[in-house]
């Protein structure tokens, strides 16, 4: 089969992605390994994504979400490749919005009974004392678009106004977005890798994430710790909590209308307690220190080959009905115009 990356250059990119250029030559090389013929496109400019058309591979992978253009309009790839009867791996434009907007993906769960940290959003001077604010103190402050810890760190808990506004103005003037604040989770992180077969199956993948103490004795799961890989991802060995973990996976991964893949964060409070955090619905694909990844090889001893080959076979599926019919018209063609007409065509169709 003919298979082609789609990255573009992402060494600065703050929301989720299969990661940099050199993670996605690894899965280039990975695939080759497979059996397949595959190209890595890295994409500047829209005349770089429509090569790619033109070429009519029989999958694409798309390791970021859309093409940035300066002075342009995000180009989404899956919408693109919608346009062009592109196969793509991963989930639709509409639903890829979870992943790029954590508010809209809390807010939608929430409305279907999943429970998710209680929450605002809020903009530099939007509130003039603590009286006026939604929720109490301690507060938790993170963009509410970026992946990766981008923007968390030891000054995201805040415990009094000045710090709540000091934090709010320093976010926004970096991300340009409004601020997603939530009530603090004093309790454990766990994250949970939703893979889909080509029969139908989910293989879920639940394991707990241990960040390291910081300066203020907290454990926060921010941009440094995960750059350095310095939390340890554990195996959960408490089958009553894993149970929970995977349950409440399968409801968002159906709830947001996810496709082929996806990464579920979850956190308990003090009381055990669990909730959503967010989705990662083109997660990282590191080998041997992405989330996604690891926890299919920690819970479901995956390899990192094997988690590749699943991604691949399951978007490959999808062009078999196409397949079947050009073999049919192929080896019957005196026969095509009859068959036009008929429930077989019909059934094909």
């Not at 890989?229 to 408490?238: A, G, Q, R, S, V």
């Not at 996810?258 to 307690?273: A, I, S």
């Not at 220190?289 to 991604?311: D, G, R």
């Not at 019919?325 to 192929?330: E, V």
Request: net charge neutral.
């Amino acid at each position: 089969m003919n298979i082609e990356i789609i990255t573009t250059p992402n060494e600065d990119l703050i929301e989720s992605g299969f990661g940099s250029i050199k993670v996605c030559s690894n899965m280039l090389e990975t695939i080759i390994f497979l059996g397949h013929n595959v190209i890595l496109n890295i994409c500047k400019t829209e005349v770089d994504l429509y090569k790619t058309v033109l070429r009519k591979p029989d999958l694409v992978i798309l390791a970021v979400k859309y093409l940035s253009i300066e002075n342009e309009n995000n180009i989404w790839l899956s919408e693109y490749l919608n346009k062009h009867n592109i196969n793509y791996t991963g989930s639709t434009r509409l639903v890829l919005n979870f992943d790029s907007n954590k508010v809209l993906a809390k807010s939608h769960l929430k409305s279907i009974g999943i429970k998710t940290a209680d929450f605002f959003t809020a903009i530099p001077n939007q509130y003039k004392s603590e009286d006026e604010l939604p929720l109490l103190f301690p507060l938790f402050l993170k963009p509410s678009n970026a992946a990766n810890g981008n923007g968390i760190d030891d000054l995201s808990f805040v415990t009094c106004f000045s710090d709540f506004e000091d934090k709010v103005s320093s976010l926004y003037e970096l991300f340009n977005t409004p601020i997603l604040v939530e009530e603090f989770l004093g309790g454990k992180e766990y994250t949970v890798s939703v893979m889909q077969t080509n029969d139908g199956e989910l293989i879920v993948s639940a394991i707990e994430i241990v960040p390291i103490l910081s300066t203020k004795g907290l454990r926060i799961l921010g941009q440094q710790a995960k750059k350095d890989d310095l939390e340890e991802l554990k195996k959960i060995k408490n089958k009553n909590i894993k149970r929970i973990l995977e349950k409440l996976a399968i409801k968002v991964f159906v709830g947001l209308n996810v496709r082929d893949f996806g990464r579920m964060d979850f956190k308990t409070n003090d009381k055990g307690e669990f909730f959503f955090m967010e989705a990662n619905l083109v997660p990282g694909m590191t080998n041997g220190s992405s989330y996604f990844p690891k926890a299919l090889e920690i819970e479901n001893e995956l390899s990192y080959s094997e988690v590749v080959e699943m991604m691949i076979s399951n978007g490959l599926e999808r062009i078999k009905p196409k397949v079947k019919i050009d073999k049919y018209i192929n080896k019957y063609p005196r026969y095509l115009n009859s068959l036009l007409n008929t429930s077989i065509m019909r059934f094909f169709r």
